[in-house]
């Protein structure tokens, strides 16, 4: 997966959409939870998992995959990509795709699916909804991350202890949980990954 990137151009096209569509992260709400996982020099990497079934390549660079006339509960996503050595990765890949506010994947077009590059400290953060559950899965988020020329990372991400079909899901894991805040009306959620390079 190669991409070209072009940081300016970037922040601006993402400024502009924000403003056209009115939408705002919050800050505050995002700033206040503590990196997942603490990062200290010689870290593993984040743990990996299986792409499952509904990956598609080609996802639209956008960081706001909020469908118009959504139910579902709004989540803001943010986190940095660091290397091994806690270091952040610059221009990373970060894609996402999850199942909309009913469990279904879309197969057929990109909705709930989209990707973005880091900036200069290695950030990244989309807008987004809190996926449902649906039959033998816990609610999560898949990601594939990407250092420049590096493999890439496939993984899952999922929603605190408290989620009650955390325990019967077979590919939970606890260290791919997201530390989470209520942020208004929606979701705030931080998860830090961590790429094998040193």
Not at 46 to 70: C, H, I, M
Not at 173 to 189: C, N, P, V
Request: hydrophobic fraction near 35%; proline fraction near 7%.
């Amino acid at each position: 997966m190669s991409h070209e990137f072009d940081p300016i151009r970037r922040g601006l096209l993402a400024a502009g959409a924000l403003a056209v569509t009115g939408l705002v992260f919050d800050e505050a709400a995002a700033q206040q939870l503590p990196a997942t996982p603490q990062c200290h020099d010689g870290d593993e990497p984040t743990v990996r998992q299986t792409e499952g079934p509904y990956f598609k390549p080609s996802s639209p660079q956008r960081a706001d995959l909020v469908e118009a006339n959504t139910k579902g509960r709004l989540v803001d996503l943010s986190g940095q990509v660091l290397t091994r050595s806690c270091r952040p990765v610059t221009r990373a890949l970060v894609d996402i795709w999850h199942a909309d506010e009913w469990g279904d994947y879309d197969n057929k077009g990109f909705r709930y699916r989209g990707h973005i590059f880091t900036d200069g400290e290695g950030r990244y953060r989309f807008r987004t909804i809190l996926p449902a559950q649906y039959p033998g899965r816990t609610r999560h988020y898949h990601v594939k991350v990407q250092a420049p020329d590096r493999p890439v990372l496939t993984t899952q991400l999922y929603f605190p202890a408290d989620e009650a079909a955390n325990r019967r899901d077979g590919l939970f894991r606890r260290e791919l949980l997201m530390r989470t805040a209520d942020a208004g009306d929606g979701m705030a959620a931080r998860f830090d990954f961590v790429v094998d390079v040193r």
